[in-house]
């Protein structure tokens, strides 16, 4: 009965995938950057793809399963921020790198225009489109059983997962992170993870079975 929006497949829940991602990018331009800014873990493996000398340049990590692919795939970690998202990330930014020269590889689509926001404050952040996401898409009879806890790991999963189904009254949904709670209908019956790791939202999604 929990059902685990993200492309991966982990044990004791069912898989339910909402995004797909594609590579969008033949080359990227490393030539005037020294520091690099991913915030997400296909951001690094998409990167990674595309020129592994990503390796050689000091990275801002946003979010736990961001820093461990950085440093999984051979990168070095110079700042993670554990708690901060959104309007809060550019603040941090503006106050620990304004002298550095960051390039932020991102997806497509993003929740929040950090370079618009830190562009206000004098930070002339670069970016580049690495990768981009498409929904998947399922048949009405696939949609969760009543009752089901949802785990949504980002807002592309609740756009998707919304372009697929209703929502269910008796649903629960867990969400990864106060960024994303700001994408679900203020209609859904939600609870936060402790941590923005898939692994507390599993836990997390455990906790409300367990008290019904």
């Not at 689509?109 to 004098?122: C, M, N």
Request: aromatic share 10%.
């Amino acid at each position: 009965m929990i059902y685990l929006l993200s492309p991966l497949k982990k044990e004791g829940v069912t898989s339910l995938p909402m995004i797909s991602f594609k590579v969008v990018a033949h080359k990227i331009d490393f030539s005037s950057c020294d520091t690099l800014m991913f915030t997400s873990k296909q951001a690094v493996v998409s990167a990674n793809s595309i020129d592994k000398s990503w390796k050689k340049i000091s990275c801002i990590a946003i979010g736990g399963a961001t820093k461990n692919k950085i440093e999984e795939l051979g990168g070095r970690v110079i700042y993670y921020p554990k708690e901060f998202y959104g309007e809060a990330l550019a603040k941090d930014i503006q106050a620990f790198f304004s002298i550095k020269k960051i390039l932020y590889l991102r997806p497509k689509v993003i929740s929040f225009d950090s370079k618009a926001y830190l562009e206000k404050v004098g930070i002339d952040l670069e970016e580049q489109i690495i990768y981009e996401t498409s929904c998947v898409k399922y048949a009405k009879e696939q949609k969760p059983k009543e009752g089901a806890v949802i785990i949504f790991t980002s807002p592309s999963t609740i756009k998707c997962f919304f372009k697929n189904f209703d929502w269910d009254s008796s649903y629960t949904a867990v969400l990864i992170g106060n960024a994303t709670k700001e994408h679900l209908p203020n209609y859904c019956k939600l609870v936060v993870a402790d941590e923005p790791l898939i692994e507390a939202c599993i836990k997390k999604a455990k906790e409300v079975e367990e008290n019904r």
